[in-house]
């Protein structure tokens, strides 16, 4: 197990925006500033809507554990499919509002990849540990194509796997760092992608964890 300082950057040097592909861009430190307030307002949002292990329809529980917040949330069982509801299938209530910090951030960091019209309803909240990974899938539960997917990481680093339109495409190694933010749209919204396997480590933020904000435009 590694520990991270709040000196570490392996990023250091690099430029601050990176277009990797046609309609992916990392904004690499983007939400470094104001990490420790969207760090306490996950922590908020999670004691209304507590992170939670999702079964996915073959039966499988999801190492990842998630929640959501804002109009509408994602989410899973053995019988529905993956889809988005209204209400937090656990407490019945409505899912936690989507604090004001999210949605500026995610509208500033989209208009900086050229999104500028992207407005988030949702936004799903990961909690990665320590062994735990996301395999190669399309985001396809989303009504408009047209809007982009905001990712912001973090806590403990991670490698994203940015694919082609086919799962068995070859695949780029994007490293991200606590404060990234990658934007994917236009003709890149429905490529695979997934996060390699989480290494061990302790972030002086997080702890033993990588938290990542996906937001999305889903009615």
Same mark, same amino acid.
């Given at each position: 197990?590694?520990?991270?300082?709040?000196?570490?950057?392996?990023?250091?040097?690099?430029?601050?925006?990176?277009?990797?592909?046609?309609?992916?861009?990392?904004?690499?430190?983007? !939400?470094?500033?104001?990490?420790?307030?969207?760090?306490?307002?996950?922590?908020?949002?999670?004691?209304?809507?507590?992170?939670?292990?999702?079964?996915?329809?073959?039966?499988?529980?999801?190492?990842?554990?998630?929640?959501?917040?804002?109009?509408?949330?994602?989410?899973?069982?053995?019988?529905?499919?993956?889809?988005?509801?209204?209400?937090?299938?656990?407490?019945?209530?409505?899912?936690?509002?989507?604090?004001?910090?999210?949605?500026?951030?995610?509208?500033?960091? !989209?208009?900086?990849?050229?999104? !500028?019209?992207?407005?988030?309803?949702?936004?799903?909240?990961?909690?990665?540990?320590?062994?735990?990974?996301?395999?190669?899938?399309?985001?396809?539960?989303?009504?408009?194509?047209?809007?982009?997917?905001?990712?912001?990481?973090?806590?403990?680093?991670?490698?994203?796997?940015?694919?082609?339109?086919?799962?068995?495409?070859?695949?780029?190694?994007?490293?991200?760092?606590?404060?990234?933010?990658?934007?994917?749209?236009?003709?890149?919204?429905?490529?695979?992608?997934?996060?390699?396997?989480?290494?061990?480590?302790?972030?002086?933020?997080?702890?033993?964890?990588?938290?990542?904000?996906?937001?999305?435009? !889903?009615?």
């Amino acid at each position: 197990m590694y520990n991270l300082s709040l000196f570490d950057d392996p990023s250091a040097g690099l430029p601050k925006r990176e277009d990797l592909t046609e309609g992916v861009v990392l904004l690499r430190h983007f !939400a470094l500033e104001k990490s420790a307030s969207l760090i306490s307002s996950v922590a908020t949002v999670t004691t209304l809507a507590p992170f939670r292990h999702l079964m996915i329809p073959g039966g499988l529980r999801m190492t990842v554990a998630m929640s959501n917040c804002g109009p509408i949330g994602w989410t899973s069982n053995r019988k529905g499919g993956y889809r988005y509801v209204t209400h937090d299938p656990d407490t019945d209530l409505p899912w936690p509002p989507m604090p004001e910090l999210f949605v500026e951030l995610a509208c500033q960091a !989209a208009s900086e990849a050229g999104f !500028a019209d992207f407005m988030p309803d949702a936004c799903l909240i990961n909690r990665y540990a320590p062994g735990t990974r996301l395999s190669m899938h399309q985001d396809i539960n989303e009504r408009d194509f047209n809007a982009p997917i905001v990712s912001v990481s973090l806590g403990l680093p991670a490698t994203f796997q940015l694919g082609g339109w086919r799962r068995q495409d070859v695949s780029i190694q994007v490293p991200l760092v606590h404060g990234d933010v990658l934007v994917w749209g236009g003709p890149a919204r429905l490529r695979y992608h997934g996060v390699r396997t989480l290494k061990d480590g302790f972030h002086p933020n997080t702890g033993r964890f990588r938290i990542n904000l996906t937001f999305r435009q !889903a009615a």
